[in-house]
């Protein structure tokens, strides 16, 4: 399974854009990144996906580099409710979709300052 | 609409003793999934229902874990006989067919003594 590299931790203050980077250079063509994030006390949450196209969703922009080596989650307005794990994650290539053999790695710690 | 709801929130068990977590998906999401983290680890995959049947148990530490899901419903996880390494937290997650989205419970924390 392709790996990726994200920084441990990040610090942001609240109300301003957070760009949170993956690094993964080994991944293949038909593989999908996926975003997931950790609340304290709380199961993983479901952020966004995407291919080779930037995404958007209610929650978060997704912008992945031109050759696809690494992508960048962008939280625009980061409020308190958002300090979390973020998990940079490439399904395995045969997973069915969903959460199918999922790797988490340990992400980054996204701290967010009032 | 209820999410992935997970029973008991804590459980506190002796070391030999047995442990049965119960996980009840989104209603109509085929996928069902188990995961958890050991202390100080990483999130860990476990198996993967598609309805009744085992798409994907790779992840199984070892046959102290049985994993059951009758009907296609909700789903029952088993530790007989406990360990202290299996102390940790059980997430369960589900998701509708080939949907890239995944939903997570807010995970059963397993404490063995």
């Known amino acids: 399974d392709a790996k990726t590299t994200q920084p441990n931790s990040m610090e942001s203050n609240e109300e301003e854009p957070v760009h949170l980077p993956c690094n993964h250079s080994?991944?293949?063509?038909?593989?999908?990144i996926h975003w997931y994030r950790q609340l304290p006390s709380q199961g993983p949450e479901y952020v966004i996906h995407?291919?080779?196209s930037n995404v958007n969703n209610r929650m978060a922009s997704l912008a992945i580099a031109e050759d696809r080596k690494s992508s960048t989650l962008i939280l625009h307005r980061a409020t308190l409710r958002d300090a979390a794990v973020y998990y940079c994650i490439l399904p395995p290539a045969n997973s069915g979709g969903g959460a199918d053999g999922l790797t988490f790695g340990k992400g980054t710690h996204l701290i967010i300052q009032p | 609409e209820a999410g992935v709801t997970q029973f008991p929130s804590h459980s506190v068990i002796e070391k030999g003793q047995t442990v049965t977590l119960r996980c009840d998906p989104i209603?109509?999401?085929?996928?069902l999934y188990w995961y958890r983290r050991v202390m100080g680890k990483e999130i860990k995959f476990l198996l993967h229902?598609?309805?009744?049947?085992?798409?994907?148990e790779s992840g199984m530490p070892n046959n102290r874990f049985l994993a059951e899901r009758t009907g296609g419903t909700y789903s029952t996880l088993k530790v007989q006989p406990a360990e202290l390494e299996d102390s940790g937290v059980y997430f369960c997650?589900?998701?509708?067919?080939?949907?890239?989205?995944?939903?997570f419970g807010q995970g059963t924390r397993l404490t063995v003594v």
């Open positions: 209603s109509g999401h085929d996928n």
């Open positions: 997650a589900s998701s509708l067919g080939a949907a890239r989205v995944a939903f």
């Open positions: 995407g291919l080779t």
């Open positions: 080994t991944i293949s063509g038909t593989d999908y």
């Open positions: 229902f598609v309805k009744e049947s085992k798409q994907d």
